[in-house]
């Protein structure tokens, strides 16, 4: 079974500081990770996926995340947190075998303070 | 870019209806998905297919089935609503068979059971 974790339900930075949105993933075998955005009254919005190769990636609006495969965490990161970053994010995983089936963590609500 | 229509925003029904909820994808996309969302827990998957006239049940399947005749098009019923079903519904769609493939979401549909 695989399974994700977002172990902190609300993250507070302020503006302009660097933020981290936290995700650690359990598998059976090498994982496909993503994040995804999600604002008021709209659906998920796909921000960047890690496949293979590099382990740092970069998505949309200036996030980043980095992959680190001992310590099963697929965190998010931005330099420079802006107030339009407020928002619910979502880390997602998925594995090899069958068709797509995306195992969604329960969101992490990121409050960037102005 | 991808356009996934879910037919209503909000819905509002009785107890005991059958209630149909209507998703509509224009790119083409091989694979669709429904999804409840609720407070703390995320995003749960209903049930997803891959083809036309295929299914997979998801992880909470029960109380509900889905229809798709047609590639563009993935319906989800409940067929004896109750109040239990309250709840955020998106719907989804990606690309092919690939498991690296983003999902493309609709703005969800807010269905209230009285």
């Known amino acids: 079974a695989q399974s994700v974790a977002q172990p902190e339900d609300q993250v507070n930075v302020a503006e302009g500081n660097p933020l981290t949105v936290k995700c650690t993933y359990s598998?059976?075998?090498?994982?496909?990770l993503f994040w995804y955005v999600q604002y008021p009254n709209r659906g998920l919005q796909f921000l960047l996926k890690?496949?293979?190769?590099?382990?740092l990636v970069k998505g949309s609006y200036g996030f980043e995340a980095e992959f680190n495969k001992s310590q099963t965490s697929f965190h998010l990161k931005k330099p420079s947190a802006l107030v339009s970053d407020s928002a619910l994010y979502f880390c997602?995983?998925?594995?090899?075998?069958?068709?797509?089936?995306?195992?969604f963590g329960t969101g992490t609500k990121l409050q960037v303070i102005p | 870019d991808v356009k996934v229509t879910q037919s209503s925003r909000y819905l509002v029904k009785r107890t005991g209806e059958k209630v149909f909820l209507e998703c509509v994808q224009d790119?083409?996309?091989?694979?669709m998905f429904w999804y409840r969302q609720d407070p703390g827990l995320g995003l749960r998957l209903i049930y997803f297919?891959?083809?036309?006239?295929?299914?997979e049940k998801g992880d909470i399947p029960e109380g509900y089935s889905v229809s798709r005749e047609k590639k563009e098009r993935f319906s989800l019923i409940l067929e004896s609503a109750s109040t239990n079903q309250t709840s955020m519904y998106l719907c989804?769609?990606?690309?092919?068979?690939?498991?690296?493939?983003?999902?493309?979401f609709g703005d969800g549909t807010r269905l209230s059971i009285l």
């Open positions: 989804a769609s990606s690309l092919g068979q690939g498991r690296n493939q983003p999902q493309h």
């Open positions: 598998v059976s075998g090498n994982p496909y």
């Open positions: 890690y496949i293979t190769g590099d382990n």
């Open positions: 790119m083409d996309h091989e694979n």
């Open positions: 997602a995983v998925t594995l090899s075998g069958g068709y797509q089936k995306v195992t």
């Open positions: 297919s891959y083809d036309v006239k295929m299914k």
